[in-house]
């Protein structure tokens, strides 16, 4: 990698990485698709409810899946003509009771409440220009020391920050990529590796899918993030299809099926912690269970890999 790339790789056991983000330009990640994302949004929430789950008989075969516009608007206490507003775009700053009556009606959970509300209230646009977005040193350090355990740190987008040495075996090497190959949706989406690395990759892809969903619904200014949607929205069938989709995530910790050349399959807990005082920024941590064959593997795979002698941050350039 060269420093024309614009960042550095880690030749140590920590790798940082920083990505500039231009903020308030043209850039609006609700341009994938259209600019009624709250309409679109709960059109595909109704049509996912059976209406056996909200009280409502059904004794003949309907054209179409979930709720008509009418039994939402029944069950949520407002008139068919606002839903139907609200669907269409006409209609784009319902209360906050309203909002709470639709989620109920549609049954959403907390990500999807949390999403509706963000659709509705954005956040304003950044007013300051591009900034440099990176790990603190004092953060890659602390990667450094966890050499018992993958972890890395990433920011809403999913580029890849920070991560130790393990994290770099477990998905692929950091180091040797690029500033904006560092990113786990490009990864999952446009590398045919991660087929391979992820036992369970459709699920994987889910997940991703729903996440960034929910990043787009919270920076509808970020042009970095809406570069890496259009660029994911023309390159994977896979991509387009899930956002189509609308489901939104937030896997704050689960379980992770991994195939690795050396040393096989490995299944871990992941572990998602946010960073107070870094906006949007996480550590992820990936452990096995104690004296587990996974436990093993990542012993086997920290013997097999030697990491590099000494660390390096990189430093904040004028």
Known sequence: MTAAEGGNQAPGVTGTDRTTLRTGGLGHTRGVDDRNEL?????????????????????ARRRVAGLRREEVASLAGISVEYYVRLEQGRASRPS??????????????DVERRYLDELVRPRPAATRGPRTERARPELAQLLSFLDRVPALVINHRLDVLAWNHLAG??????????????NLARFGFLDPNSQERFVDWQ???RATAGTLRLAAGRHTHDEALATLLGELTMKSDLFRTLWAGRD??????????????????????????????????????????????????LSLLAMWSTPPLHDAVEEPTA
């Open 39 to 59: 309409g679109r949004f709960l059109k595909s929430r109704r049509a996912r409810v059976d209406p056996a789950d909200v009280g409502i008989a059904v004794h």
């Open 96 to 109: 906050e009771s309203v909002l709470e009556a639709l989620a109920r009606a549609l049954t959403l959970d």
């Open 169 to 182: 075996q477990l998905f692929f090497d950091f180091a040797a990529a690029s500033p904006r190959q560092r």
């Open 203 to 205: 699920d994987v892809c």
């Open 248 to 297: 939104v995530k937030q896997r704050t910790h689960g379980t992770k099926r991994f195939r690795h050349p050396v040393v096989g399959e490995l299944t871990l807990r992941f572990e998602n912690f946010d960073l107070p005082g870094e906006s949007d920024q996480r550590l992820v941590t990936f452990s096995p269970e104690p004296a587990s064959p996974a436990e093993q593997a």
